[in-house]
Structure formats: C-alpha cells, structure tokens
C-alpha cells in the first residue's frame, strides 16, 4: 500500500526564520514521483516540485530546497528565510508508477500547516 | 501551461437538492480525470477516477450513486452531489494528468456548503 506521512500538524515560526517540513512515504514501486503542493487559504493547491524516484539530486529554487533521501523514504522541504507570505498549508504527495494507468492520481500526506509571524 | 478550470468556486444549496461541479481541462484533453474531497483542516483523500467513455472508478466507502460522475467528453467531467446533507459540506478538487508523466493540473476547487 502506498502512504506518505507529514509528522507535523502544526509549525510556528518567526519571520527569516529556516523551517524544514518533512515527508515520509510508503510504497512498492520502484518507480514513482514524488510532489510538494502549497494550499493556501484560497484552497487552490499551488505545484511546487515534482521528483522522479530516479532522481535524487537535491534541488534548490530560490528560498526553497528539497532533500530526497530514497535509503529512508523521505522528501523533506526546506524554507530559508521565511516570509509570512509563506504561510499556508503544505502537502506531501506521491503518485503512482508512470505507465501503470494512473498518472495523476495522487497519495497526500495529512499537510503540514505552516505559520510565519512577523 | 496546461490549464484545468473548475466551476463553481463556491456554492451554498439546501439539503436535499442537487448540486452539479464542472471540470474542464482549456488547452488539453483529458481521458482521465480525478476528484478529491478535502473536509476542513484535512487532508485531500481521492474520491474517484473519471474515465472518458466509461464508468468511473470510485475509491472505498465513496457511494457511488450520492456523487454521480460523468465524464462525457475529452475536456469535461462532471461531479453531481445528489440530495446533498450538511455533512456533504467541504472542499472538491479535480485534477487531470496532463502531458508528460507525473504532471498533474488541479483545478481551483468547490467549496460547497450544505445547509
């Protein structure tokens, strides 16, 4: 079965502040991607990143970067210097195989909803 | 970019009328579409898979004859929520994978409030 886990409900943080939300997943395909979605109060999920399972470059944009760590399942996301604009909810999600059928269909965590102070 | 469009953004209905979700994928077509229900402070949870021409597939313990799914052509699929109650009440999204695997395009959602 496939999962992904966000550990934190809830961060806090004061304005340029670092913050590193994390991300685990679960699943038997040696093959798949792995994604970062923003929601913020609007709803509308804003794409951040996506990460093919062959790929596990760390990759930097901006303020943001992401370390994918296949020996232990994880996808974690790292803000430097926060900004309050960067409060939202954040997800964690993981597709299934490409070619399988069902591309696009997505696996969330439960989110981390993150909170910059000013 | 691929653009998916989902009408209405918002809607308040009575219980037990009818409440009808589009989804439109503008620049690209669309054979399979999905719909995700999200319950306030929640995460997003996959109701179903829209397929073009077929029946769609509906995840477990989602009622198939309460949200009703069409998928009539290669840019439009439809979610009806049928005599909606108040616990119907949350936040759809759709989404379709568009070209080039992995990608997925969201559409702005529905928040429907039931009462």
């Known amino acids: 079965a496939q999962k992904v886990t966000q550990a934190q409900t809830e961060i806090s943080v004061v304005e340029k502040e670092d913050v590193t939300l994390d991300c685990v997943y679960e699943?038997?395909?040696?093959?798949?991607?792995l994604f970062w979605y923003k929601q913020p109060p609007s709803g509308e999920l804003v794409f951040l990143i996506r990460?093919?399972?062959?790929?596990?470059q760390n990759e930097i944009s901006g303020r943001y970067s992401w370390n994918f760590q296949k020996s232990t399942s994880s996808f974690n996301f790292t803000i430097t210097a926060s900004q309050v604009v960067d409060s939202a909810v954040y997800f964690c999600?993981?597709?299934?195989?490409?070619?399988?059928?069902?591309?696009?269909?997505?696996?969330f965590g439960q989110g981390t909803t993150l909170q910059v102070k000013p | 970019g691929a653009v998916v469009s989902q009408h209405p953004s918002w809607v308040i209905c009575k219980s037990g009328t009818s409440v009808k979700i589009e989804c439109r994928s503008l620049?690209?077509?669309?054979?399979?579409m999905f719909w995700y229900r999200q319950f306030p402070k929640q995460s997003l949870m996959l109701m179903a898979t829209s397929n073009e021409g077929s029946k769609a597939t509906y995840e477990q313990g989602v009622e198939k004859d309460k949200f009703l799914i069409n998928h009539a052509s290669l840019t439009l699929s439809t979610l009806t929520v049928t005599s909606a109650h108040p616990e119907d009440s949350s936040f759809y999204i759709c989404?379709?994978?568009?070209?080039?695997?992995?990608?997925?395009?969201f559409g702005q959602g529905t928040r429907l409030t039931v009462v």
């Open positions: 990460r093919n399972s062959f790929d596990e």
């Open positions: 699943t038997r395909d040696t093959t798949y991607y």
């Open positions: 989404s379709a994978p568009g070209q080039g695997r992995g990608k997925a395009f």
């Open positions: 620049d690209f077509q669309a054979t399979t």
């Open positions: 999600a993981l597709s299934e195989a490409p070619g399988s059928g069902n591309t696009g269909k997505l696996i």
